[in-house]
């Protein structure tokens, strides 16, 4: 059992480029999300998905977007990365439910020179 | 929005001494979660509060959920080494979980 599953793990982008991060999960959960974290900011909420075909946006959703076709991925795109997107970015899924344990993957270390 | 703020942001302590880090929301709290980062990892789920006033321990942890469910601690007794690490309160009301910016804890042996 896998798990949540996030790839690649390091990253390092120009600015302007574009790339997506992989998310995907083997637990047949709903919810699926997407945060970013910064030294001094916690865990900050980038778009969310309760289900295939829906998505929403978070704290902080500009420069990014999602798509949810299927229940098992949750990729998320950088349509033209900046310096400001240099980041740790987490995905988690959780069961149907808000407030449910949400289970991490191992994380996505992103540079943008 | 919903907020979630916590502190202290570090907390510095001599190993065997005690450590608490505050949580608090600006709206009504359904549950609250309560994660652990180690150094380099990703955040671990420890345990969820949701009735008012309610106490729960893991061994040296105990966290609490206050009466009004607006805030919450976590306590530890007797820290150890092994207790590094960002601990991290999530409060959800009506949205996804909103985590707070967390505790970065050191522990001096």
């Known amino acids: 059992n896998a798990g949540v599953t996030q790839t690649p793990k390091f990253q390092v982008l120009k600015t302007g480029q574009s790339m997506t991060l992989q998310c995907a999960q083997d637990m047949n959960h709903e919810y699926m999300s997407w945060y970013r974290q910064d030294p001094g900011m916690g865990l900050r909420l980038i778009h969310y998905?309760?289900?295939?075909?829906?998505?929403d946006q978070g704290e902080v959703p500009n420069g990014y977007n999602v798509s949810r076709s299927t229940t098992e991925d949750f990729p998320l795109r950088l349509l033209s990365a900046a310096p400001s997107q240099t980041s740790v970015y987490f995905c988690?899924?959780?069961?149907?439910?808000?407030?449910?344990?949400?289970?991490f993957g191992q994380g996505t270390r992103l540079t943008v020179v | 929005g919903q907020q979630v703020m916590q502190i202290p942001q570090y907390q510095h302590v001599q190993e065997g001494e005690d450590f608490t880090t505050y949580c608090n929301s600006s709206?009504?709290?359904?549950?609250i979660q309560w994660y652990k980062q180690r150094p380099g990892g990703h955040p671990v789920f420890l345990i969820q509060?949701?009735?008012?006033?309610e106490v729960k321990k893991q061994k040296r942890l105990t966290f609490q959920f206050g009466e009004a469910k607006k805030n919450s601690s976590l306590h530890i007794t007797a820290t150890q080494t092994t207790d590094v690490g960002t601990y991290f309160c999530a409060g959800s009301g009506n949205t996804p979980l909103v985590f707070g910016k967390g505790t970065r804890l050191s522990v001096i042996a």
């Open positions: 988690a899924s959780s069961r149907q439910g808000l407030g449910v344990e949400a289970f």
């Open positions: 509060l949701v009735k008012s006033g």
């Open positions: 709206t009504t709290l359904s549950n």
């Open positions: 998905s309760v289900g295939a075909g829906i998505t």
